[in-house]
């Protein structure tokens, strides 16, 4: 299959699955329609326009190829309709997230490398490409984004992904590269999802913290006040 063709059919298919993705959201908040044409176009296409604003070779993808958008309105119409509460649903949305995952860690590393960049800001790219649409809903509705920590691993997959499609690309593997990069992701992020691999939380206990301050700085308080008593108990004659 030609490499464009097939780019593409992946690339729809993930606007597709996160537009539903984050279209459900609004479901969960109580939005109305408008909030959720918002979140559900925000995270399908979100992290698509930030890497073709960032690579500089025109207008983004999203607003030249009508697939996109109508993909991406369609999808949070679909969210809108048709209730996803039950069970079979969210496995669903967990099976859309960690392929759309693959798909778009291997799109955007795709597009640097095609591009003419070096690995490294192609793995970026694909990183961005694949995270960026979450995180900019998470904070739109006021939440932690997901991928900052205490959830299963997530952004780590996509670095490996991109870092594999990558590598498959420089030896003209486009292909291969693309399944496996998908094939990660689905593999890995299910298992971390079911087995709760997580990195390591580094926390500061600020109330300690801040009990050794208020100690270091009663100390000498402390000191200065002992002083006073005694002198008020033995008076110079």
């Not at 995180?135 to 670095?159: C, E, H, K, W």
């Amino acid at each position: 299959m030609d490499p464009e063709v097939l780019f593409r059919i992946v690339d729809v298919a993930g606007v597709i699955a996160n537009g539903v993705i984050g279209a459900s959201l609004a479901r969960a908040l109580g939005y109305d329609l408008i909030g959720y044409l918002t979140l559900g176009i925000l995270t399908a296409l979100g992290g698509g326009m930030i890497r073709d604003s960032l690579l500089g070779i025109g207008f983004p993808v999203a607003l030249t190829d009508p697939w996109y958008l109508a993909g991406a309105i369609s999808a949070s119409a679909f969210a809108y309709l048709v209730p996803l509460d039950g069970p079979w649903a969210r496995r669903g949305l967990t099976l859309a997230d960690v392929l759309t995952l693959g798909c778009w860690s291997a799109t955007g590393a795709a597009k640097g490398i095609s591009a003419g960049l070096d690995p490294i800001p192609s793995i970026f790219l694909g990183v961005i490409t694949a995270t960026a649409g979450g995180v900019m809903r998470d904070v739109l509705v006021r939440q932690t984004p997901a991928i900052f920590g205490s959830n299963p691993l997530y952004a780590t997959f996509s670095i490996i992904a991109a870092g594999v499609m990558v590598l498959f690309q420089r030896h003209d593997m486009y292909q291969l590269g693309m399944g496996t990069a998908i094939l990660i992701c689905l593999v890995f992020g299910l298992a971390a999802r079911r087995y709760h691999w997580m990195l390591p939380v580094r926390q500061m206990n600020i109330l300690a913290g801040s009990k050794r301050i208020l100690d270091r700085e009663r100390i000498p308080n402390l000191r200065k006040l002992s002083s006073c008593r005694l002198s008020e108990k033995n008076p110079e004659n």
